[in-house]
């Protein structure tokens, strides 16, 4: 199972200190146990079409070995947990796509 998340910082929150400490955030999250393999980064310059959408500050690509696994990270996970409670200010909009 996959779980996308998109997240649109707060213009405030888009200055190199922040970008920074943000990604410091995401690093830490990426070693939750319950996570089996994960990827961050940011908008890809490729060109302008009208399917992209490069208005995003960050994305982040979770891979979980099974349903249970998702269930562990949602419900209780100490570092998702973390992350959340350390950066839900920081965006403006979150978005989450899961692929079975």
Partial sequence: MEHHVYFWLKEDRLNPGDLETFEKGLKALCLSKNIASS?????AETPERPVTDHSWS??????FDSMEAHDRY???DPVH???IESFKE?????LV???A
Avoid: E, R
């Fill in 81 to 83: 947990d973390v992350f």
């Fill in 90 to 94: 920081w965006w403006a909009k979150a």
């Fill in 39 to 43: 990827k961050w980064g940011k908008p």
């Fill in 74 to 76: 949602q419900t209780g």
């Fill in 97 to 99: 796509m899961d692929l």
């Fill in 58 to 63: 960050y994305g982040l690509s979770v891979k």
